[in-house]
């Protein structure tokens, strides 16, 4: 089977209510690749922007670097994947050239997986057919105390077992007041995340990170700057915690330096920022080989099968931003979504929905 050729499109969904995280989000912007092949199969892929930042750039370097793969061999994995790799490169080895590949990489596997006609996560590795969430979408860093102890006790009655918070806006004892209100409010038997947005110092990231201890934080995600691998290593040693990085970086080679070093105890894998479906497989089985678990990032809609698919998949991070795209989007029951059983992802594009939203 062939890939014949593509259609992109750029989206813009708005967000229910603005919060702020690293900024604050008032849109989303999807774009959507969509491949189809000599044998009349369809299938997509996606990458996003927020805030309509550059939108109409992805979607330009999506068109150029799907150009690579028309006329490929579907079955050919690593051959297209090479090719997406050596097109992409030229815009850019990290940032939009990735997200570009990755749109594109997400798309062929998504097809591949209806030319076999199974779901993504069993021709991936099938070890399972659903995954925990935690959820993501809330306890944001402008939520009061009030806000933030009416949404996580929400999420407990909603069957969520584990929730994500955002600090590093506030000082470090408002960060701990707001931390002990949510802790209260759902009890000792729930998981809390914590997620400072890269933006303390490795001093901070300690101090706080032996406050958060006492309160049971299950993890501290991106407290300093990524790039600062000695800092993460220092601090993963400093903590008993686990520490989370691995979000924004691409590659094998970004993340061999974080676990050569020992400078996260999760592998937070970003499906767009890795650089795709093939490129997150191949970072989740290095970090099986320095024992440490797989997390995703963002992209429910494949990241629910890339972690049921390998052995060391833990959580999923629910964050519904772009759902109002796809007819039956991902949904926790109880904590935890179900891998769909259709061939591909299983999760198919609302047209009208699409249309509403187009750019
Ligand atoms: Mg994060």
Redesign the pocket.
Known sequence: MKVTGFQTTALRVPVRESFVGSVKFECFNPVVVELSTDEGLRAHGVAMVFNNFHVGLLKSCIDAVAEAVVGGELARWAQLWERLRATSMRIGSDGLGVYAMAAVDMALWNLRAKALEMPLAKLLGGCRDEVPVYASNYLWRDRSIDELQREAAGLVSQGYRAMKMRMGLKTRNDDLKRLVAVREAVGPDIDIMV?S?WVWTVHDSIVMGREMEKLGVYWL??PIPTHDVAGLSEIAHALDMPLVAG?NVSSKRGFRELFERRATDVA?IDVQAVGGVTEWMKVAAMAEAYNLPAVS?LFDEFSVHLVAAIPNGTWTEHMPWWEAIYQDPPQPKNGRIQVPQTPGIGFELDRDAMARFRL
């Open positions: 997620d947005l995600e991106d979000e937070m990032h």
